[in-house]
C-alpha cells in the first residue's frame, strides 16, 4: 500500500480529513489558559489584602447591593474587581465554544474540551460563592484553588489540540516518549498535582487567611511544610532521571523543552518557596508563589501530555519517521530470509 508523506495510508489521505483549527480558535485557547491563571493570581491579591469578605454575600455584593459600595472601602473594591473577572473568563468560553461550533463534527475533542472550559466557569463561581458564605472557610478555599489548576491543565490539552495540522490528526504514532521515560514522566506528573495539593494544605494553615477573623485549617504549619517538602524532592529527583533520559537517548526535542521548561518552573518555585518561607512569608513572595503553582501545573500538564499523547503538534513527522523504520524493518527480514 503506498503511503503519503505523513506515513497516512494514500487511500485514507484521500478521504475527508479532519478540519484543523483555526489561528481564532488557537488564540482563545491560548487566552483561556492566561484567563486561568489570572483569575487565580487576583484572587491571591484578594486572600493577601485580607479582602476576602469585601463582599459580605454571594451573589450580591450585600444583602441590597449587586456592586460594592463606598462603606465598603478598599477591600470591597478588591474583592468585586475580582468577581468581575468572572466575566472575562465566561466572555472568552463562549467566544471559544462559539469559535468551535462550525468544526464540532470534525473535531469532537476541542468541541468537548470548549464545553469542559465554559462548565467550569459556573462550577468556579459556585465554589467562590460557598467560600464567601462560610466565611472563607480553608478547606473550601483550597478547593477553590485546585479547581482553577484543573482548568489550567484542561487550556493546556486545548492549545495543543488547537495546533494539530490536518496531517497530525491524520497520523498515527508511538507516544513521544519512549517506554522507559514515559513512567517517569507519569510519576513526574503525580507528583506535580501532590506538591501542588499539599502546598494548598499548608496556605490552609498560614498567616494569610483572606479575612482578619478567617479560620484556619488547624494543622502546624510547620509540620505540613515539612510534609508538603516531600513530593518536592521527589519531584526534582524525578526531573533530573527525565533529563538524563531525554538527553542520553536523544529523546524528541518537543519532549526535552517540555520537561527543560518544567524543570526551570520546578527550581524557581521550590527557590520561592523556601525565600517566603524563612523571610515568614511576605505577601509579594506569597503571591509570586500561587502564579508560580498555576505555571508548574501547566508546566507539568505540557509535559504529560507532549510525552504520552499519540497526537502532538508537528507530530506527523514522527508519523514518516515511524513508517520509515517500520519499512527498513520489514526490507531487512526480507532480505535475511532471502
Known amino acids: 500500500m503506498s503511503q503519503t508523506s505523513a506515513g497516512v495510508p494514500a487511500r485514507q489521505a484521500n478521504s475527508p480529513q479532519?478540519?484543523?483549527?483555526?489561528?481564532?480558535?488557537?488564540?482563545?485557547?491560548?487566552?483561556?489558559?492566561?484567563?486561568?491563571?489570572?483569575?487565580?493570581?487576583?484572587?491571591?491579591?484578594?486572600?493577601?489584602?485580607?479582602?476576602?469578605?469585601?463582599?459580605?454575600?454571594?451573589?450580591?455584593?450585600?444583602?441590597?447591593?449587586?456592586?460594592?459600595?463606598?462603606?465598603?472601602?478598599?477591600?470591597?473594591?478588591?474583592?468585586?474587581?475580582?468577581?468581575?473577572?468572572?466575566?472575562?473568563?465566561?466572555?472568552?468560553?463562549?467566544?471559544?465554544?462559539?469559535?468551535?461550533?462550525?468544526?464540532r463534527a470534525e473535531r469532537r475533542d476541542l468541541w468537548w474540551l470548549s464545553i469542559a472550559l465554559l462548565a467550569g466557569v459556573p462550577a468556579q463561581a459556585v465554589i467562590g460563592g460557598i467560600t464567601v458564605l462560610t466565611d472563607l472557610n480553608p478547606w473550601v478555599v483550597g478547593l477553590h484553588f485546585l479547581a482553577s489548576t484543573v482548568m489550567i491543565s484542561v487550556a493546556v490539552v486545548m492549545v495543543n489540540r488547537s495546533r494539530l495540522s490536518a496531517l497530525d490528526l491524520q497520523a498515527r504514532h508511538a507516544p513521544l516518549a519512549d517506554g522507559s521515560l514515559r513512567p517517569v514522566l507519569g510519576a513526574i506528573g503525580v507528583l506535580a498535582a501532590l506538591t501542588v495539593v499539599l502546598g494548598v494544605v499548608v496556605t490552609g494553615s498560614g498567616p494569610h487567611a483572606g479575612d482578619h477573623g478567617a479560620a484556619r485549617n488547624g494543622l502546624n504549619p510547620d509540620l505540613i511544610t515539612r510534609i508538603h517538602v516531600v513530593p518536592v524532592y521527589l519531584l526534582v529527583f524525578a526531573l533530573a532521571v527525565a533529563l538524563y533520559l531525554v538527553f542520553r537517548r536523544g529523546a524528541d526535542a518537543r519532549v526535552r523543552k517540555a520537561v527543560l521548561l518544567l524543570g526551570v518552573v520546578v527550581l524557581a518555585q521550590a527557590a520561592i518557596g523556601y525565600v517566603q518561607h524563612f523571610l515568614h512569608l511576605p505577601i509579594a513572595l506569597v503571591a509570586l508563589h500561587m502564579l508560580g503553582a498555576c505555571l508548574l501545573t501547566a508546566a507539568a500538564a505540557q509535559t504529560v501530555y507532549i510525552g504520552f499523547n499519540k497526537q502532538v503538534p508537528g507530530g506527523a513527522a514522527v508519523a514518516v519517521e515511524q513508517a520509515r523504520a517500520a519499512r527498513n524493518t520489514r526490507s531487512g527480514r526480507r532480505a535475511a530470509r532471502k
Open 18 to 103: 479532519p478540519a484543523a483549527a483555526g489561528r481564532l480558535i488557537r488564540n482563545l485557547a491560548v487566552a483561556s489558559l492566561v484567563a486561568n491563571i489570572v483569575i487565580v493570581v487576583t484572587g491571591g491579591a484578594v486572600r493577601l489584602t485580607a479582602s476576602g469578605l469585601g463582599c459580605p454575600e454571594w451573589p450580591l455584593c450585600t444583602a441590597d447591593s449587586l456592586v460594592t459600595t463606598p462603606e465598603m472601602g478598599l477591600h470591597g473594591i478588591i474583592e468585586f474587581g475580582n468577581r468581575m473577572l468572572t466575566f472575562v473568563l465566561t466572555a472568552i468560553a463562549f467566544a471559544t465554544v462559539f469559535s468551535v461550533w462550525r468544526v
